[in-house]
């Protein structure tokens, strides 16, 4: 069978424990809904567990910042910079940030912030602004409060970091950085990151990822729909030996000295 959808995969695992195959995960039927909920998860649970190389990208990351000519700063109680382009939220600009500005006749200058909104940015109480009008091409670099001095917004597929580099040769690794929430903060002002994406679509899977997916949803499976622990043992079974050679090939396909290290390590969250 070609297996090019997630309901294929769902239906090899399924024939495995001898369950009737599905026609589509939106079922309401007990084994449509099981499929439903455990695919996802499994799926994402695997891609987090290993460092496939199908699954890895690299990209230049540069601090966050925004160039416009829509950016005015007013001087209230407390003071503001406001943008008539609306910006501010999806650009990354966030409470308890600190905001650079340049190219401003007045303003120039690092400011804290208190709170932003699409087209405001409120500054603390104690931060003092001079009235300007938009016009004028300002850039606003959005920066750690303290400890780092510049953060960078994740990729919209990131899923797990692999390795931060400074360089593009991959000469020098960061060490000093911390991942929180949507962001990297590091004392680069520029970083490299390799890391570990979250694949949705079916045919970028090689073979050997699909097989344990399968083994992995089959073991699952074998309580939700068979209610059978013996062919759940069985599956783990089949999983670990699935995973065995999805690590060699992928050991293989990349990097074979660093991976074989891990591939013992790896089958200790089995379960």
Do not use: H
Request: proline share 3%; glycine share 4%; with cysteine.
């Amino acid at each position: 069978m070609s297996v090019t959808t997630d309901i294929n995969i769902c239906n090899l695992a399924l024939t495995k424990i001898g369950a009737t195959p599905i026609s589509a995960l939106t079922g309401t039927d007990k084994i449509s809904v099981a499929c439903n909920e455990l695919y996802e998860p499994t799926r994402d649970y695997l891609l987090t567990k290993y460092n496939w190389n199908f699954a890895k990208k690299r990209k230049k990351l540069f601090n966050l910042e925004y160039v416009a000519s829509t950016i005015a700063f007013v001087d209230s109680s407390p003071d503001t910079i406001t943008d008539t382009g609306s910006a501010f939220v999806t650009e990354g600009f966030e409470a308890g940030m600190r905001v650079r500005v340049s190219g401003s006749a007045n303003n120039d200058g690092t400011y804290f912030i208190n709170t932003v909104a699409a087209a405001t940015i409120t500054l603390e109480a104690d931060e003092e602004l001079t009235a300007e009008a938009a016009g004028t091409e300002i850039t606003l670099e959005a920066l750690p409060a303290f400890e780092y001095d510049y953060v960078f917004e994740l990729p919209s597929d990131f899923y797990r970091l692999w390795t931060i580099w400074s360089d593009a040769d991959g000469n020098a690794e960061v060490n000093n950085f911390v991942l929180s929430g949507n962001k990297i903060y590091a004392n680069e002002d520029e970083i490299y990151l390799v890391y570990i994406s979250q694949i949705k679509t079916v045919t970028l899977f090689p073979q050997a990822f699909i097989d344990v997916l399968t083994y992995r949803l089959a073991k699952d499976l074998a309580i939700r729909v068979a209610d059978s622990r013996t062919l759940r043992e069985q599956m783990a079974i089949e999983e670990k030996l699935a995973l065995t050679i999805a690590y060699r090939l992928n050991a293989i396909e990349g990097n074979p000295d660093e991976n074989e290290k891990n591939i013992d390590k790896a089958f200790a969250w089995i379960s």
